[in-house]
């Protein structure tokens, strides 16, 4: 035994108790269209992506390093050329037509992603396609989970809590040799769209973060909604849609109208920075918008509304605002983002902080650990407002023991925890009275 002089000395020991960390819930994933690096990118202590690295998950971890690293730049200044000219009355080439339409649409990744850092936002990760010019199959959008392409590359990343396809209606069509953009095409967008909610529901960690169709008048958009995913399915419930469409001053100094999806994860970000998953991320400004595309009545949004289709406003004195917080779910389960969400923190994180039960004995003794791991955290998301009731034991209850867990379930090597929460529901509609007095004798002076 070593000799020590007189005074304290403080040993540190384990003390076993299991706990349970919360996940991320704040980074989305962009796909949309690049294109391979260009010979003329500057020299730069951040070296661009090289074609191979720009088709799989790239993390991001802010504007400068994503301009950097996709050469913003470089495509910024060959459009500008190219602007330039048209704006002076010279005639282009067609190559040259249909060569400021795949520019755009690069610029439409581009500036969902600085939408996104400037709403808030701290990380995201990035997937390419390189042919702006072409359009998207379905398969090609689903990607090859071995080569981590598309959709299928974001499954080996789960960090990732939402998922935005800002190019998604430019993959419906080819690039034309045209001044004026071809048109999306509506069926080609919905089966896309299937791909994104089916990656989204078999993760059941993230949401889809979509866009409307472009242009699209209330009437339209009803009718287009009614293809989706049927409200009484699980697709609905991971489904976020948003409406309309936004001008930004754009990256490059062109102003453009571009899909929201990529400014509205920046203020899902924020508000989970500021208030919590649990908070609708809905009643906040958007930044770095300078008009909606579309101005909606009081009625045209009601009638969004009850579809499940999120609404961007402007307000007197308040600016341009995010006026939904719904998935398109009918469910009353799942019929709010910030409930839906909520429920997928949580069962993710339980769900990565057990998986130290693995070939531990499934006796009482980890059913107890369990039991308190899980209570102590949904009572720490309790107190922190997530959940509703006046005590813990209103507002959720885990069941690990004899009842759930039979000799059959011991035996086929599972232990399984039964859990109900309470989550908290946003007020969509304040109900209130006005009483006037009235009929009251009048003085007599």
């Known amino acids: 035994m070593d000799a020590k002089p007189p005074g304290v000395f403080v040993t540190e020991k384990s003390s076993g108790v299991r706990m349970i960390v919360g996940v991320g819930t704040s980074t ?33 971890r802010g504007w400068q390093e994503f301009a950097d690293r996709y050469g913003i730049a470089e495509s910024g200044n060959e459009l500008a050329a190219l ?23 690069c610029f ?10 400037a709403n808030g936002g701290r990380s995201c990760y990035v997937v390419g396609f390189l042919t702006p010019e072409q359009a998207v199959t379905e398969k090609a959008l689903a990607g090859d989970t071995d080569k981590r392409t598309g959709l299928a590359g974001l499954e080996t990343v ?48 993230r949401l889809a973060v979509l866009d409307a169709p472009p242009g699209q008048p209330v009437e339209a958009l009803k009718q287009f909604v009614d293809t989706l995913a049927a409200p009484d399915t699980d697709e609905a419930a991971f489904t976020a849609l ?48 300078l008009e909606l ?21 402007t307000f007197p004195d308040r600016g341009l605002l995010v006026w939904g917080a719904r998935t398109r779910s009918s469910s009353r389960d799942w019929r709010y983002l910030n409930v839906r969400r909520l429920v997928s923190f949580l069962s993710d994180s339980i769900r990565q902080s057990t998986t130290w039960a693995v070939f531990e004995p499934n006796d009482e003794r980890l059913w107890a650990t369990l039991r308190h791991a899980i209570a102590s955290f949904l009572t720490d998301q309790w107190r922190q407002g997530a959940l509703v009731g006046r005590t813990p034991d209103e507002a959720f209850y885990v069941i690990c023991d004899n009842t759930n867990n039979t000799q059959s379930t011991i035996d086929a090597g599972q232990v399984i925890c039964d859990i109900g929460v309470a989550p908290v529901r946003p007020a969509e509609f304040v109900h209130f009275t006005i009483t006037q007095t009235a009929g009251q004798p009048g003085g007599n002076g």
């Open 28 to 60: 989305p994933a962009f796909l949309g269209y690049t294109e391979a690096p260009r010979n003329d990118a500057k020299e730069r202590s951040t070296s661009p992506f090289d074609a191979s690295e720009r088709v799989v998950p790239q993390p991001i």
């Open 83 to 105: 602007l330039k000219k048209q704006s002076n009355s010279q005639d282009l080439t067609l190559a040259e037509l249909k060569r400021i339409q795949v520019l755009q649409r």
């Open 108 to 117: 439409t990744l581009a500036e969902a992603v600085y939408g996104f850092f």
């Open 158 to 205: 789960p960090e990732v809590t939402m998922v935005a396809v800002p190019s998604l209606w430019d993959m419906t069509v080819t690039a034309t040799q045209s001044a004026t953009p071809p048109s999306p095409d509506l069926p080609t967008g919905k089966n896309l769209i299937d791909k994104v909610l089916t990656h989204c529901t078999k993760q059941r960690n």
């Open 242 to 289: 948003y409406y309309p469409w936004v001008q930004v001053a754009g990256v490059d100094g062109v102003a453009r109208t571009v899909p929201p999806s990529g400014h509205l994860a920046g203020i899902w970000a924020r508000t989970d920075a500021e208030k919590g998953v649990f908070k609708a991320p809905a009643n906040q400004n958007l930044r770095g918008v």
């Open 293 to 313: 595309l579309n101005a909606l009545t009081d009625d045209q949004h009601g009638e969004l509304n009850d579809k499940g289709v999120n609404c961007l406003r």
